[in-house]
């Protein structure tokens, strides 16, 4: 699912205006980078949490060119489902 898609099934099913949903959405999503950017974690009760995860530093390997590169440390976004969250998708039957 796309956000147009989510915009126009949430207008959908709540009534209210596509202009406002997207409002909303575009709102909702801002609020989340800007908290994770400041190292907060964002939680959702019953969906989850959005969060950072340190990466520690590292020395890897160029395979095509066969020598080893250092990657510095790093932080990245991370998102955990809820229990209610994760045993919902346990019970979905691989297709």
Do not use: C, D, H
Request: glycine share 6%; hydrophobic share 40%; charged share 30%.
């Amino acid at each position: 699912m796309t956000k147009a898609q989510l915009i126009k099934e949430l207008s959908k099913k709540t009534g209210i205006g596509k202009a406002t949903v997207e409002a909303t959405v575009e709102s909702f999503m801002n609020i989340i980078k800007e908290e994770v950017a400041n190292k907060q974690t964002v939680s959702l009760r019953g969906f989850g949490n959005f969060m950072l995860k340190r990466q520690a530093a590292k020395v890897a390997r160029n395979i095509g060119k066969n020598e080893a590169m250092y990657l510095p440390e790093r932080f990245i976004p991370k998102f955990k489902p809820s229990k209610q969250f994760s045993n919902k998708l346990k019970k979905l039957k691989a297709v």
